[in-house]
C-alpha cells in the first residue's frame, strides 16, 4: 500500500463532501431538453446532467487537491492552486521563448525540454523585465532535492490549437521563475493526465509529439500518480474512489428516484 491511512481519510472526506454539496445543490438542466427528456426520461436527464457537473468538479478542483494531499508525504512542498509565483519576464526570455514555438511549429527542431530550457536559463535575467500576470499553477511541488515541478492538469484531450498555447505556458514558466533568484537547483514544468479515456489502450499523445517534449514534458494517468505518491498508488486512489461511490450510491439513487416516472 503507498497510500497512509491517513491520506485515504483525508481522500474519502474530500470526495464524499464534494459528492453530497453537489447532490444537495443539484438543479437538473432539462427545461431547454424537452426532446431529450421525453425520449430518455426526466430522471436519466438529472443524473446525466449530475454526471457532467461531477466530470466538472473532478477537473477543476478535486484532482489537484487529491494530488497535494498525495505528494505531501513524499516532497518538501505540494500545494495545489499555487500563487507564490514570480509576475516577471525578461523581453529576452520572450523572445527565446518564441523563437523555440517557431522552430517546433516550422519543424525544424524537435522537442527537447532540458535544450529549451537552458535556453530560456540564459535569457532570463537579460533585458528589460516585464511585469505580467501573475501564473496560478494547478500543483507545485518541491523535492527534498530542490527540484521545482509545476503541473498543469488537464483532464480534456488539448486540440492542436490548445497545445501550442500550453507549450507557450509551460516554457514561460520557466522563464518567469529563472527571473527570480534564488534559482531552483532544477525545474520541471509539464502537464499531468489524471487519468487515461483510451485504457488499457495507450494515451494518444500523438497530437502532443510536435510541440511536447512526451518524456519530459507529460505524464499521464499511473505514470503521474505513481510519480507523486510512489508504486501503486494509482491502484490505491481507484480503490478509494470506488469505495467512495459505493458508499453514497443510495444517497445518489435516492436524489434521482425524485425524477423517475411514477
Not at 109 to 123: C, D, F, G, V
Not at 190 to 196: E, M, R, S, T, V
Not at 217 to 233: P, R, S
Amino acid at each position: 500500500m503507498s497510500l497512509l491511512d491517513s491520506q485515504r481519510n483525508q481522500i474519502s472526506e474530500l470526495l464524499e463532501g464534494q459528492i453530497r454539496r453537489k447532490l444537495a445543490n443539484h438543479s437538473p438542466e432539462t427545461n431547454n431538453m424537452p426532446f431529450h427528456v421525453r425520449l430518455l426520461g426526466r430522471d436519466r436527464m438529472a443524473l446525466f446532467s449530475f454526471i457532467q457537473s461531477i466530470n466538472t468538479t473532478l477537473g477543476t478542483s478535486v484532482f489537484e487537491q487529491v494530488a497535494a494531499i498525495i505528494a505531501a508525504s513524499h516532497f518538501k512542498k505540494a500545494v495545489n492552486q499555487y500563487k507564490g509565483f514570480n509576475n516577471t519576464i525578461s523581453e529576452s526570455a520572450q523572445d527565446t521563448i518564441q523563437q523555440i514555438l517557431d522552430d517546433l511549429r516550422a519543424v525544424r527542431n524537435k522537442p527537447s525540454k532540458p535544450a529549451e530550457i537552458e535556453m530560456i536559463l540564459q535569457s532570463a535575467q537579460v533585458g528589460k523585465m516585464k511585469v505580467v500576470k501573475q501564473p496560478r499553477i494547478d500543483l507545485f511541488l518541491e523535492a527534498y532535492d530542490g527540484t521545482e515541478y509545476y503541473f498543469d492538469l488537464k483532464t480534456a484531450k488539448p486540440n492542436r490549437g490548445e497545445i501550442i498555447g500550453l507549450k507557450r505556458t509551460m516554457l514561460e514558466w520557466v522563464a518567469i521563475r529563472f527571473a527570480q533568484n534564488p534559482k531552483p537547483s532544477s525545474i520541471y514544468t509539464g502537464l499531468a493526465i489524471p487519468y487515461n479515456p483510451y485504457e488499457p489502450e495507450e494515451y494518444d499523445r500523438w497530437t502532443l509529439s510536435g510541440m511536447f517534449d512526451l518524456h519530459n514534458e507529460v505524464k499521464v494517468a499511473k505514470e503521474f500518480w505513481d510519480f507523486i505518491g510512489g508504486n501503486d498508488t494509482y491502484e490505491d486512489l481507484l480503490e478509494i474512489f470506488e469505495k467512495v461511490g459505493l458508499k453514497l450510491r443510495p444517497e445518489i439513487d435516492s436524489v434521482f428516484a425524485k425524477f423517475a416516472p411514477s
